[in-house]
């Protein structure tokens, strides 16, 4: 696994050995940044599920101000932290290792982000968990963009029910990309 572009392009970044993560290919970061790279720099950025960290560190090297990696696996966050110093980036990255509904509840009033990322354990709807508590969060603002790696088969036709609009689905071979955002609020006459 290596960062595709940036101030860190081509570095190699290590990941944790053994079936624990599930690193993003190079070809699906690529693809994922060719999406919403143009919006990257200057962005605040939250890693979930951070894993090795490929996706907040990707973002940094693009120009993000700032990317939060939250993953409460203490080995997976050793190697997201040694990323970040081999990067250079660690000077722009808040590390947390803890559950991600904790992070969330302690980062509330503290930050708010341009794009959520998320790659939770595939199948556990995880991700449902995190959608119901941005869903009344202020870390959340009406052009946040909430990016979920997913199975193929993960079904995401609550999400308009939790007050999310899904902008757009990017399927592979293996797994997919939702896109969404907050939905907008209709005025009442």
Do not use: Q, W
């Amino acid at each position: 696994m290596r960062v595709i572009a940036g101030s860190a392009r081509s570095l190699r970044l290590k990941t944790l050995e053994g079936l624990e993560t599930r690193p993003t290919t190079d070809r699906i970061k690529e693809t994922l940044f060719n999406i919403i790279g143009p919006n990257i720099p200057g962005c605040v950025f939250l890693d979930l599920f951070a894993g090795s960290g490929g996706i907040g560190i990707e973002a940094l090297s693009r120009g993000a101000r700032e990317a939060v990696f939250v993953e409460k696996n203490p080995k997976a966050m050793a190697c997201v932290k040694e990323n970040l110093r081999f990067t250079r980036l660690e000077s722009k990255a808040l590390t947390m290792t803890c559950d991600v509904l904790d992070a969330l509840y302690r980062l509330e009033g503290e930050k708010v982000f341009d794009y959520i990322f998320m790659d939770p354990p595939y199948d556990r709807e995880l991700e449902k968990n995190v959608l119901d508590y941005l869903s009344g969060s202020e870390l959340v603002y009406e052009d946040t963009t909430v990016i979920i790696e997913a199975s193929k088969e993960t079904d995401f036709s609550y999400a308009e029910d939790m007050g999310f609009t899904v902008l757009r689905e990017k399927v592979y071979k293996t797994n997919k990309h939702v896109f969404l955002e907050r939905a907008g609020k209709e005025e009442i006459c």
